[in-house]
């Protein structure tokens, strides 16, 4: 049998936000595993236990860089909230965002490779990666990037500098930053329900089905739950079927036709989004540290 930690317990929590016992029960029965434990708690919990669950812990930045009908935008990490407000380290960011957006790097490596200078480090952004890591004392790193120039209008939307967007759109610049914007607060994973990835369908067809069995209902009625709930899901996270932050009585997609525009894709960065980050168990550290010591004596 999996031992199930204080740490464990409290990692599940506050993804789920889910009742402590709650959690511990549901790492009981996954045995440890918490992906299986976070499942089972959306089908005993229902929504309120993925309520949490895009939370993210590690630190960095979103920037991003826009000229003409090209747009760039990078997440870079680093350990703590702190360094975030380095003004070296958002240079670095910055800059790295618009070497993106001129030089068209194929990797990271690539974009590591091109030249850039800057707090008497060079000659390359890999070269004062490296020595700012130094001189600020923490490691940092560069996590992801897009880069758009297809030739349709740029729109990029910088919620503080934890959340990133780009828009490719053709038609009404306002609209478009709209869109941007709705896309940082709903965070949807594709522009239609028929581009929504089918891993994703699945997971939410498994919990719906769990939740219809537990119902008890006849299994005609229980097919046609578990349809429902996927159905329900596919509106709730692609775009053009979400309803407008900004006008509850319209889809996105109704704003965007009475504002004759029309979007060709998005890109979300939210930092840290799908990095775990390591927790710490205190209590048993101290522990540790106090049995350490009796045992020097």
């Known amino acids: 049998m999996a031992v199930i930690t204080a740490s464990m317990v409290a990692e599940l929590r506050a993804k789920t936000d889910a009742p402590m016992m709650e959690c511990k029960k549901a790492l009981t029965e996954a045995e440890g595993d918490m992906v299986k434990a976070e499942e089972l708690l959306r089908v005993k919990l229902g929504t309120k236990a993925g309520k949490a669950a895009s939370r993210v812990t590690a630190e960095g ?46 990797d990271l490596v690539a974009l590591g490779e091109l030249p850039y200078s800057q707090d008497s480090f060079g000659p390359t952004l890999e070269e004062v990666r490296k020595g700012l ?35 490719e759109y053709a038609g009404n610049e306002t609209a478009a930053k709209d869109v941007a914007m709705h896309v940082a607060a709903m965070k949807p994973v594709s522009l239609t329900s028929a581009e929504v990835p089918a891993d994703l369908i699945e997971k939410e067809r498994s919990v719906a ?43 996105v997609e109704q704003m965007l036709k009475a504002t004759d525009t029309t979007v060709q894709s998005f890109t979300l960065f939210v930092v840290g989004e799908g990095i775990e980050k390591k927790v710490d168990d205190f209590a048993a550290e101290v522990a540790a540290q106090v049995a350490a010591a009796q045992n020097a004596a």
């Open 61 to 106: 930045v979103v920037t991003s860089f826009v000229s003409g009908t090209t747009g760039a935008m990078i997440e870079v990490n680093c350990e703590t909230d702190f360094v975030t407000k380095n003004d070296s380290f958002l240079a670095l960011a910055n800059a790295a965002a618009k070497l993106v957006a001129e030089h068209n790097p194929a």
């Open 209 to 251: 089905a769990a939740k219809a069995l537990e119902s008890g209902k006849p299994a005609d009625i229980a097919t046609k739950m578990v349809e429902g709930a996927v159905q329900k899901y596919l509106k709730e996270v692609s775009l053009f079927n979400q309803t407008f932050v900004k006008n509850d009585k319209q889809t």
């Open 133 to 167: 890591i130094g001189k600020i004392g923490e490691n940092m790193s560069f996590r992801r990037f897009k880069r758009a120039s297809g030739g349709a209008q740029i729109a990029n939307y910088l919620h503080g500098t934890r959340i990133g967007v780009l828009v």
